[in-house]
T-cell receptor
């Protein structure tokens, strides 16, 4: 099946700093990428959707100036958490969908962010 | 997207079939039934999807009722590694995946 990778797998940062998370589709071209956030013992919540070369569409309640998403190529999307605070500590998961298979979404392994 | 209802948790004995139900009584004609699972601290894994016919792959079988208002995911011979949260999602083909609470399946030795 299609493979989506994320880097880093975990990161610890100080409050007020920015953190960038990369998401790559390794063996297919991702026309659309998605970013989710998951707090402990909760389900995944969609944060934003991005199409290659276009601005991301954010879900209601997600601050677009805090969570910067770039989808500059068909294989790479990045999520930058700016001025991170402890409440941003979470499990961030990206997903990609491309012109393969039955148009299902493939998910990355996730990035655990801890803000001290 | 149509709302889905799943039991909060289920247990299954190792080696037995695990049958996970999902209700989606408001499903529309263009909405597919998707199943994903999430093993602890990992990203969701695609299992199977279908529109109205039953589907089978190397991981599982999907049984959709004739009126499409409910479905069952069947893991034919559950192993300890199948312990995970299973999500049933109903959506049109090109919409994004939105997750509910899912069913926490525990496979016991």
């Amino acid at each position: 099946g299609a493979v989506v990778s994320q880097h880093p797998s975990w990161v610890i940062c100080k409050s007020g700093t920015s953190v960038k998370i990369e998401c790559r589709s390794l063996d297919f071209q991702a026309t659309t990428m998605f970013w989710y956030r998951q707090f402990p013992k909760q389900s995944l919540m969609l944060m934003a959707t991005s199409n290659e070369g276009s601005k991301a569409t954010y879900e209601q309640g997600v601050e677009k100036d805090k969570f910067l998403i770039n989808h500059a190529s068909l294989t790479l999307s990045t999520l930058t958490v700016t001025s991170a605070h402890p409440e941003d500590s979470s499990f961030y998961i990206c997903s990609a969908r491309g012109l393969i298979g039955y148009n299902e979404q493939f998910f990355g392994p996730g990035t655990r962010l801890t803000v001290l | 997207d149509a709302k889905t209802t799943q039991p909060t948790s289920m247990d299954c004995a190792e080696g037995r079939a695990a049958n996970l139900p999902c209700n989606h009584s408001t499903i529309s004609g263009n909405e597919y039934v998707y199943w994903y699972r999430q093993i602890h601290s990992q990203g969701p894994q695609y299992i199977i999807h279908g529109l109205k016919n039953n589907e089978t792959n190397e991981m599982a079988s999907l049984i959709i009722t004739e009126d499409r208002k409910s479905s069952t995911l069947i893991l034919p011979h559950a192993t300890l590694r199948d312990t995970a949260v299973y999500y049933c999602i109903v959506r049109p083909h090109n919409n994004d995946m939105r997750f509910g609470a899912g069913t926490r399946l525990t496979v016991k030795p």
